[in-house]
Each structure stands twice: as structure tokens, then as C-alpha cells.
């Protein structure tokens, strides 16, 4: 079997944003998000956030032998 650009091995397009469906409604920060609402959370936005991470443009991959700070991190996976 050919394989080419849209191939899902060679397309990580799909490893750029995950979502959760809402089974009920919920209040998060304020807001409602009702029952059947898509919500999409970018894993490299949680692990590039200057607040919990420092020297980010730095290969570390020691930071990792410590417990994360609390929603920092999303294994592979998503939970």
C-alpha cells in the first residue's frame, strides 16, 4: 500500500488539538458550556505556558523527573 503526505504516519495533523464533548451542562470560569458543546484543548499550549514551565527554549528533559505542576502536562494519550 502507497503511502504519501495525507498518510496519518507522516500527518500529525490530527496530534494538534484534542476534544472533549460536554455530557452535561457545565460552568467553567464564569461561563456555561452547554450539554453537547465540542471543547478543544492544544496539548502544546498547556506544556508551553511560561507560567508553569521555565526556559522553555531549552532542551530539559530533566524538568520531567519532578511532579509537574497541577494541568501542565498531558501524557500521551490525553488521560
Known amino acids: 500500500m502507497a503511502r504519501g ?4 504516519a507522516d500527518d ?4 494538534r488539538q484534542l476534544s ?19 471543547c478543544y484543548r492544544r496539548p502544546a499550549w498547556t506544556h508551553m505556558d511560561p507560567k508553569d514551565i521555565l526556559d522553555l527554549d531549552k532542551f530539559k528533559p ?13 501524557a500521551f494519550g490525553g488521560g
Open 5 to 8: 503526505p495525507g498518510d496519518s
Open 12 to 15: 500529525p495533523s490530527h496530534l
Open 20 to 38: 472533549h464533548e460536554a455530557t452535561e451542562d457545565i460552568e467553567f470560569d464564569g461561563s456555561c458550556i452547554p450539554k453537547g458543546w465540542r
Open 62 to 74: 530533566s524538568r520531567f523527573e519532578s511532579q509537574a505542576p497541577p494541568y501542565s502536562f498531558v
